[in-house]
């Protein structure tokens, strides 16, 4: 299933390039004057940490109503239909709220990192020299793997969003249930995002960035899904047969809709 997660995905973000270019450019602006704005406050005697705190919640704020504005399109891609800028922008005044409580969130986990993980460590390492305590590297631990699951959670609330529409609240809620239900899947699923921020980091953001990454999230979500309304419709199964879930029969009109490409038909699809 995994294998033809990445294939489709592959398609679909490839089909739709030009529109997630047109996504990704004015989120990257974005960036870029959000990290001008932070390194601004940051330079304020008056302000210290909490100028550091409150411009990195704003601009994670800022990033969250546009990047869940994407969502809707990202799923009818993700649905074999075609994206729309201004479904794009009909949507940024719907996820003012979400936006606002996702980038809350993330804010909160890039705090932890930056703020309580340095401060655990020189618990655990002082800077002057002096005998640490076992009780901060527990502490920087704890943190750690609290910020780890948390964001392998939180990326699902996007497509959850797009794909269930619930509010903000149940996305959270159901975010955590699919994690703990499918932890290695969700890795996985983080793993080839990394790999599209590290393209968006070469190309500067127009290739891979915030667009791409929905709709990876989106079609992996999708798929997924197939599981859940299998075990709908066979509830008296075992704990053991749970786990042998049918993919091949789940996902096989997907793959007929999705079909295969050769590489001259995938550079130029014009020229079937």
Partial sequence: ????????????????????ILINIPMMLLFIL?????????GLESMGNMGIMISITICCMI???LYLAEGENAAKIARYESPKYKLFLSQIVHCIKDGILLGFCVAVLILAV????????????????SEGSLMGLLMMS?????????????????????LMHNNFRKCLKKSFIIFFDNPIFSLGVALVNLGNIFIAFLSLGILNGPATMSITLTNALR???Y???WLEVNPGLTKAQRKEVPWEDLIAKDKVLVGNRTLRT????WKH
Avoid at 8 to 15: P, R
Avoid at 118 to 123: L, R
Avoid at 143 to 161: E, G, M, N, S, Y
Wanted: aromatic residues 24%; proline residues 5%.
């Fill in 266 to 269: 995938f550079l130029f699809p």
């Fill in 1 to 20: 299933m995994f294998a033809f997660f990445l294939k489709k995905n592959l398609y679909d973000v490839w089909d739709n390039m030009l529109h997630t």
């Fill in 227 to 229: 599981k859940y309304d």
């Fill in 223 to 225: 798929l997924r899904l």
């Fill in 114 to 129: 930056l703020i309580s993980i340095p401060y655990y460590f020189k618990i655990w390492h002082p800077v002057d020299g």
């Fill in 34 to 42: 959000g990290y001008f704005f932070c390194a601004r406050m940051s």
């Fill in 63 to 65: 990033w969250g109503i």
């Fill in 142 to 162: 704890c943190v750690f793997w609290v910020v780890v699951v948390a964001t392998l959670a939180i990326q699902w609330i996007l497509p959850i969003r797009s």
